[in-house]
């Protein structure tokens, strides 16, 4: 059945059958797993979850979609087409005490605000599988000293192992975006990457650093932190002052934290 994909919910159907079983198979679900499918459009890509799951709650925002989905998978008991907006839900009732997965072609312009959705219920999932824009993917992943780290790559590593699978051509997608994807898996820690006293502090020096990346760290962090307290990290540490924030680590500006 031809759909017309609604650009206000940044539908792009995943159409190539090659790709979807690729990304099945990275996921490496068994039998025991409960998955969480985000956006499970006509339920292509549900099916092959349910094949290989217990429990698959396939979460969709376009209640015409979710018709055709629960038409199109009705001989598989262990599904279930949820109509909901995935910012508004608690994962918590899905795993009811215990641990799953999370998969999902996630819309470009809200790919932020879930990520940071699914690092809130860390707790209750295991791993995530996401497919975003090739750039978002770099950004979630880079490494210190890369040109697309950023505070974002702070927040995703603090909470979780980030890695690029694959990535995934623009042609693979009606309608074809104008840029390619990438298939991340989200490893999610059992305690956050470094030890911090005050997150609320940490991520405000991050996104501070950040914000001005074109200065150095001392002036960029002046005004958040008291400049004696700087100087004092520098010296503590041997840091140079001009050292630009894409420079550090997330242990390193854990040590401006506890400096302060």
């Known amino acids: 059945m031809q759909i017309k994909p609604k650009k206000r919910l940044g539908q792009n159907f995943l159409i190539d ?3 979807r079983r690729k990304i099945i198979a990275a996921c490496g679900f068994k039998n025991t797993d409960i998955a969480v499918e985000l956006g499970a459009g006509r339920g292509e890509l549900t099916g092959l979850i349910a094949e290989r799951a217990k429990k698959v709650f396939a979460l969709e925002i376009d209640p015409h979609l979710c018709e055709i989905a629960r038409e199109a ?12 907006d995935i910012l508004k839900l608690d994962f918590r009732k899905f795993f009811k005490g215990s ?6 072609n996630i819309p470009y312009y809200i790919s932020s605000p879930i990520i940071q959705r699914l690092l809130e219920f860390r707790d209750n999932i295991t791993q995530a599988f996401v497919t975003v824009q090739k750039e978002f993917a770099r950004r979630m992943t880079a490494l210190c000293g890369s040109k697309d780290y950023g505070s974002f790559s702070c927040f995703v590593q603090y909470y979780a192992q980030a890695r690029i699978m694959f990535n995934i051509k623009k042609s693979c997608f009606f309608p074809a975006p104008k840029v390619d994807s990438s298939l991340v898996r989200l490893t999610m820690r059992e305690e956050p990457a470094v030890c911090v006293k005050d997150e609320k502090l940490f991520f405000q020096i991050i996104r501070g650093a950040f914000n001005k990346r074109r200065k150095t760290l001392k002036n960029s962090l002046e005004g958040i932190l008291p400049r ?24 390193d500006f854990a040590n401006i934290q506890k400096n302060y």
């Open 228 to 251: 004696s307290k700087l100087e004092e990290y520098f010296s503590r540490y041997s840091i140079d002052p001009r050292i630009r924030p894409e420079q550090l680590t997330l242990q």
């Open 17 to 19: 059958g090659n790709i």
């Open 99 to 104: 641990r799953g997965k999370v998969i999902g």
């Open 73 to 84: 998978l009705k001989k598989f008991r262990n599904v279930e087409i949820i109509n909901a």
